[in-house]
């Protein structure tokens, strides 16, 4: 059974950068799948913040983030990360890591989620 | 980027009641459109994906239709288990990104 998990510091500072991992168990990521991550801002919906595949020789990213945002996968560990820079009290958000229903690239849904990783920016 | 509009933003109904949630598109998606359940504290569920498809495992009181701009997601006996927030999502290219809804409340 596939599963991804979050981690990462739940608290980072105004113009510092945020760093999440997701790690992926039940399937090695390097095989296929696009690789998600998404955010939720307290009481507001969700926002998708960009996509990796496989190893990360495709990507995309969500335009109004795409400056501040780099997806790096560190397949060794089978691992895919968020570094979100210059962040701000804007970027304080529930962070999921996630999962594209299809195993090729293509246009689908989100078929598997992480539990999520709750990130406050805050001095 | 592509604006996607749900409403209502909440909707009170009983159980057993048909209810129907709408999403709009600000341009055509075609039929690349999701339908997600999202319950608090919980990770997002897929329920419906590519506008009508169901999602294996979820109940068949859940169903999709729409194309283009419009869509619906309907429950046709609703249960005190779907008190959630509903979410579409369009896929439709990547270069305007994905987008979500604002989301639908359901109270029972």
């Known amino acids: 059974q596939v599963q991804l998990q979050e981690s990462g510091p739940g608290l980072v500072k105004p113009s510092e950068t945020l760093s999440l991992t997701c790690t992926v168990s039940?399937?090695?990521?390097?095989?296929?799948?696009?690789w998600v991550w998404i955010r939720q801002p307290p009481g507001k919906g969700l926002e998708w913040i960009g996509s990796?595949?496989?190893?990360?020789?495709?990507?995309y990213y969500n335009p109004s983030l795409k400056s501040r945002v780099t997806m790096p996968v560190d397949t060794s560990k089978n691992q895919f990360s968020l570094r979100l820079s210059s962040v701000a009290a804007a970027d304080t958000a529930l962070y999921y890591c996630?999962?594209?229903?299809?195993?090729?690239?293509?246009?689908?849904?989100?078929?598997?989620w992480g539990q999520g990783t709750m990130v406050t920016v805050s001095s | 980027d592509i604006q996607m509009t749900q409403s209502p933003s909440t909707l009170s109904a009983s159980v057993g009641d048909r209810v129907t949630i709408t999403c709009r598109a600000s341009?055509?998606?075609?039929?690349?459109l999701a339908w997600y359940q999202h319950k608090p504290g919980k990770a997002p569920n897929l329920l419906i994906y590519?506008?009508?498809h169901l999602e294996t495992g979820v109940p068949s009181r859940f169903s999709g239709s729409g194309s283009g701009t419009e869509f619906t997601l309907t429950i046709s006996s609703l249960q005190p288990d779907d008190l959630a927030t509903y979410y579409c999502?369009?896929?439709?290219?990547?270069?305007?990104?994905?987008?979500f809804g604002q989301g639908t409340k359901v109270e029972i």
């Open positions: 039940g399937y090695s990521l390097s095989r296929g799948y696009y």
């Open positions: 996630a999962r594209d229903r299809l195993p090729h690239p293509g246009k689908t849904a989100f078929d598997l």
């Open positions: 590519d506008a009508s």
């Open positions: 341009q055509s998606v075609s039929s690349y």
């Open positions: 999502q369009q896929y439709y290219s990547h270069s305007n990104g994905w987008t």
């Open positions: 990796i595949y496989q190893s990360g020789s495709t990507f």
